[in-house]
Each structure stands twice: as structure tokens, then as C-alpha cells.
């Protein structure tokens, strides 16, 4: 019994190092990463942090491409070709998982999480945890969750009451729970790839939008935006996803430091984020032309009531479970 575990033992590793250097020999792997945002975003610094740590400590054996922008892939094709192995990772935010899964749904509930210390508590708990895992039958695996910030609703008029929405376009990003919240508000949500935001702000094909201020900022939407409203009333995080036939056939030391990078890369792209998206926010409300609204606490109660039916319609389809361990990461408890 010990000889044959032995043996079974040495096999894998003379396999895992033939691997090794079938890997190595062919030159450094390749490692594409597109995402849809700019460089100056907490994403664009996410991912280029990844590739200087990544080239810097992997020498010759890993090289990384960024592609920014939806300069490789948009919106519409990145998971595809996630699957089909022409991209190697993605940061998504959270409400373009829909198709894999519904569970990742709860974080698109609007008032759920209070702000972003909330958000990462949950991240970091045990169901947030589980959900990184909850592609896998999709082959999505999860790596990490990767901050942007809390949104802000933005439109061609002030929107001070849940009413004043009623009437006007939004954009939305591809997800149920967003087109509930604005059915929810009288409003029509149209979804479109970010790539497409800026134009159909432009044309008025849309009046209105949901971002954090890094994406409003570095994609100078608040340009075509004269009021932002404070709202901070939903999250815009993403998750690090890889295809598992890739990312386990990395040989196992390389996958183990590529895999302690992204730790170290995560920790920063999460400290860093708030400040990033307060600057942005600073910024914009120092630009002539945009007036950032700030809502107060009787507000934005009004705002956060006027949503609560979408939470209910949202419960069987993420999951009780997962909707009550949410709910505990706050610091004022509600019921
Ligand atoms: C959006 O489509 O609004 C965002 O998901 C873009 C991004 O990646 O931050």
C-alpha cells in the first residue's frame, strides 16, 4: 500500500514537472487580460499591477497582456471567449455573471449593502467565499473580488425624490435585479455595453446611468451628466475570473506565486479603491457643468424604501441564505 502510494506520489511529480518544463519550454505562458474600463479605474490598476508583479517575479515564464477599453473584448463576447480559451482573465463586475448564476445577484440589490466596508465583510465571509466558486459547472472559476466602488445615479435632471426618475432612460448593465429597480422607480432601463454608454448619453438615447465615480470620471460621462445624485445606493465590484482548463494546467509552482500575486494585487486594488473613487467624485463635483447632489438622511430613506419591493422579488431566485448574510454586514441594523 505505502509503495504504491509512493509510486502514485513520484508519478505526479515527475508529471507535474515534465509539465513543468513542456510549459517552460515552449517560452513564457501567456496570459491575456481585457477588461472594459481605463487604466486610471481601481480595474486599469488592478491589471497592470498584475503584470508587473507577475513579469517582474516570473522572469520568462509568464508574460501578461493588458487590454483595456474593450480594446480585445467588450461586454458582449468576453466570457465567451473565456470559455473558448482566447482570453485567459477577466474582472467582470459582479452583474455580468447573471447567465452562470443567480446567487451573484445579491449584490446588485439596491440599499442591501451600506457602503463598501460592508460589501468586503460579506466578500470575505464564508457565503461570499462560496460564491466564488458558484461558476464552476460553467467552468468560471473565481479568483478574487475586485472593488470599483458604490454607484451613483446620474441624469439629465435632478432626481432628489424616487419619483423624479419616473419617465427617463437609464442604462443599465445586463442583470434582472437592475431592471427591477428601475421598473420599480417608473423609469425604463435599456442595457447596453459600457463601451456604448458614453455615446448613448450622448445621443440621448438614454438620459440617465448608474456608476461609481471612477467609471463616471475616467469615461467623463458627468460631461453629458448635469446632476449626479449621491446615492451610493448599490455596488459596482467585480470578480477575477479564469477558465479552470487554464488556470489548473498552469504547472503548480507557477499557478502557487501567480495565485499569491493576486492576493497581493486584490489587497491593493481593495485598499485603494475608496480613495480612488473620492477623488474621482472631488473632481467631477470641481468641473463646471455637473452639479453632485447630496441626498439627506430622510432622502435617501425614501429612495432606499421605494426599492425595497425589488428585495423581495429577488429573495427565491439569490437565496435566503445568502439575502440574510448580506444583510448582517452592516453596522446599523435594520429590519
Ligand atoms: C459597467 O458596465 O457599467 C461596468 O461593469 C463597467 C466596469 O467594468 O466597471
Redesign the pocket.
Known amino acids: 500500500m505505502f509503495k504504491s502510494i509512493c509510486a502514485i506520489a513520484a508519478g505526479s511529480l515527475l508529471l507535474a514537472s515534465t509539465t513543468l518544463h513542456a510549459a517552460t519550454d515552449k517560452g513564457p505562458i501567456v496570459i491575456k487580460f481585457a477588461?472594459?474600463?481605463a487604466d486610471n479605474?481601481p480595474?486599469g490598476q488592478g491589471a497592470l499591477l498584475f503584470k508587473k508583479l507577475a513579469e517582474e517575479r516570473l522572469g520568462d515564464k509568464v508574460t501578461v497582456e493588458v487590454y483595456p477599453n474593450s480594446t480585445l473584448y467588450g461586454?458582449a463576447n468576453e466570457l465567451d471567449a473565456l470559455a473558448k480559451n482566447e482570453v485567459q482573465l477577466l474582472?467582470?463586475?459582479l452583474?455580468?455573471f447573471e447567465k452562470y448564476t443567480k446567487q451573484l445577484q445579491v449584490f446588485d440589490l439596491p440599499f442591501l449593502f451600506d457602503d463598501l466596508d460592508a460589501v468586503n465583510r460579506f466578500q470575505k465571509r464564508a457565503k461570499g467565499r462560496q460564491l466564488l466558486r458558484s461558476m464552476e459547472a460553467h467552468n468560471i472559476v473565481g479568483l478574487a473580488y475586485w472593488h470599483?466602488g458604490m454607484k451613483q445615479l446620474s441624469a439629465t435632471k435632478a432626481l432628489l425624490v424616487p419619483g423624479d426618475a419616473a419617465g427617463l432612460k437609464f442604462r443599465i448593465?445586463p442583470s434582472s435585479v437592475l431592471e427591477a429597480q428601475f421598473n420599480q422607480l417608473g423609469a425604463t432601463p435599456l442595457v447596453l455595453?459600457?463601451a456604448e454608454?458614453f455615446e448613448a448619453l450622448k445621443s440621448g438615447k438614454v438620459q440617465g446611468?448608474e456608476?461609481?465615480w471612477s467609471?463616471i470620471y475616467s469615461k467623463q460621462l458627468h460631461s453629458l451628466q448635469p446632476y449626479i445624485t449621491e446615492t451610493n445606493h448599490g455596488v459596482?465590484d467585480?470578480m477575477l475570473v479564469s477558465n479552470p482548463r487554464f488556470w489548473y494546467a498552469i504547472p503548480h509552482q507557477i499557478r502557487m506565486e501567480l495565485e499569491g500575486i493576486i492576493d497581493e494585487v486584490t489587497f491593493e486594488v481593495n485598499r485603494q479603491a475608496e480613495a480612488a473613487n473620492q477623488a474621482d467624485r472631488d473632481r467631477i463635483a470641481a468641473a463646471n457643468g455637473t452639479q453632485v447632489i447630496a441626498l439627506t438622511d430622510e432622502q435617501r430613506d425614501a429612495w432606499r424604501q421605494a426599492m425595497q419591493p425589488v428585495w423581495q422579488q429577488f429573495e427565491g431566485v439569490i437565496g435566503a441564505d445568502i439575502m440574510k448574510a448580506a444583510q448582517t454586514v452592516n453596522r446599523i441594523k435594520r429590519d
Open positions: 477588461h472594459v474600463v479605474t480595474k461586454d474582472a467582470p463586475s452583474a455580468k470599483n448593465q455595453p459600457f454608454v446611468a456608476n461609481p467609471n459596482l467585480y
